[in-house]
């Protein structure tokens, strides 16, 4: 067993961070101040290879989840904000097209999308439907030549400047539970939409946007999948992009450490450094085991999904991990800065709330802990324990 990371991954990696600290770093605090991700970042993050997809033969074809869960760590160590404002066009909008989309919406949007020039995002929350992601209201009403949706849906990372939004709606009232709802590809300039850009404090500078839909008309040949299976489908996203969002938690962790401990070397209290207190020491390495834990199975996640294996149950266990660990390591280190880290432009203001964000995206704790329970279920065999 190899727990090496590939050395072209490697490679790859090195290569980022110079992107990183060249396109990044550098107009993080502009982005900030403006309250957006500019549409020309995902343009260059495009042009310099950056995304997981490519189109081939008309298809989208998907590359290595470790290579991009890598990449998402990366990132988030630097700024969770532009992470998640990359997985929602990536994980979200294009793994929708990707795996529900008809051969015509690969190739009508593929290309652009794979560029950075069509923007793609994923309606499914409203204010009354979280986590029972069956529980939606948006409605879809069969016409003439397709579709009128009516309804909102609340809380859209990119909603704001994206371009199409992959939109769950109920479609058949009076189907089961799990046969109502359908999901479409919803021109956000469509007439009857309107965008709401709303006011929030975690991953800043992406925006969180809510969509409301009035007699939107959508075509029949933008149903994405099977009519009355988009429950299914929604979900199968989020497993997708939960391995992702897992590595973005653990950046998110990574970034808030590296500040605490080079702080800590340096920060004197009654005479010696932080860090050489047992009390923080023993804190440090306790924390520094639970990333670790984090890590091994985020990339087993990760090895799962690119073995085209069932991924469901390490996609949660790497979420649920991930996300208990950055709630911790990033109050601790905003602990370890003192009344300092309080300050907005601090570099670790960010990151304790951006930690409570990625604990909502992709399903709460509560709903890792049910998928956890009913795929350790599966895979118990009984006196032989548990298959891994």
């Known amino acids: ?48 290879g950056w995304f997981n997809f490519s189109l081939k033969e008309h298809r989208l074809v998907k590359f290595s989840a470790l290579r991009e869960a890598l990449l998402a760590e990366e990132m988030a160590k630097i700024s969770p904000g532009v992470a998640v404002a990359v997985l929602a066009h990536q994980d979200l909008g294009l793994t929708g097209l990707w795996l529900f989309g008809s051969d015509e919406l690969h190739e009508k949007y593929g290309s652009r999308a794979v560029r950075g020039e069509t ?13 029972d992601s069956a529980g939606i209201a948006m409605a879809a009403k069969k016409v003439d030549g397709g579709w009128l949706l009516n309804g909102s849906k609340a809380y859209v990372t ?87 969002i897992s590595a973005l938690t653990l950046g998110t962790a990574l970034g808030a450490f590296g500040w605490a401990l080079e702080h800590g070397r340096k920060r004197r209290i009654f005479g010696r450094p932080v860090l050489e207190h047992q009390a923080k020491a023993s804190e440090s390495a306790d924390l ?36 208990g660990i950055a709630r911790d390591v990033t109050t601790w280190s905003a602990d370890l800065f003192g009344a300092s880290s309080v300050i907005l432009e601090h570099p670790v203001h960010k990151f304790p709330m951006d930690a409570w964000a990625s604990s909502l995206g992709e399903g709460t704790q509560d709903v890792q802990k049910l998928v956890i329970f009913r795929e350790m279920m599966k895979r118990y065999q009984g006196s032989s324990g548990i298959e891994h």
């Not at 923007?119 to 986590?131: D, F, H, I, K, R």
């Not at 073995?307 to 149950?313: H, I, N, P, V």
């Open 119 to 131: 923007l793609l995002c994923v309606g499914n929350t409203e204010s009354s439907a979280g986590s």
């Open 158 to 244: 990119n909603g704001f400047i994206s371009d199409f939004a992959m939109v769950t709606a109920v479609s058949d009232p009076q189907g089961e539970r799990s046969r109502r709802i359908s999901m479409f590809m919803v021109d956000l300039q469509s007439q009857g939409v309107n965008r709401t850009k709303l006011h929030k404090q975690v991953w800043i500078p992406s925006d969180l946007t809510r969509i409301q839909c009035t007699d939107v008309f959508v075509p029949d040949d933008h149903l994405l999948g099977e009519r009355g299976r988009g429950l299914q489908q929604v979900l199968s996203i989020f497993t997708h992009s939960r391995v992702i």
């Open 1 to 48: 067993m190899d727990f090496s990371i590939p050395t072209d991954h490697q490679e790859e990696v090195r290569r980022f961070r110079i992107f990183l600290d060249r396109e990044l770093s550098p107009t993080l605090s502009r982005w900030h101040e403006q309250g957006a991700v500019p549409r020309s970042f995902f343009e260059l993050f495009a042009e310099k």
């Open 288 to 323: 520094y085991a639970r990333l670790e834990a984090a890590r091994l199975m985020t990339l087993k996640a990760c090895w799962a999904m690119d073995e085209g294996k069932d991924f469901r149950l390490e996609s949660s266990l790497a979420k649920y991990l991930a996300v």
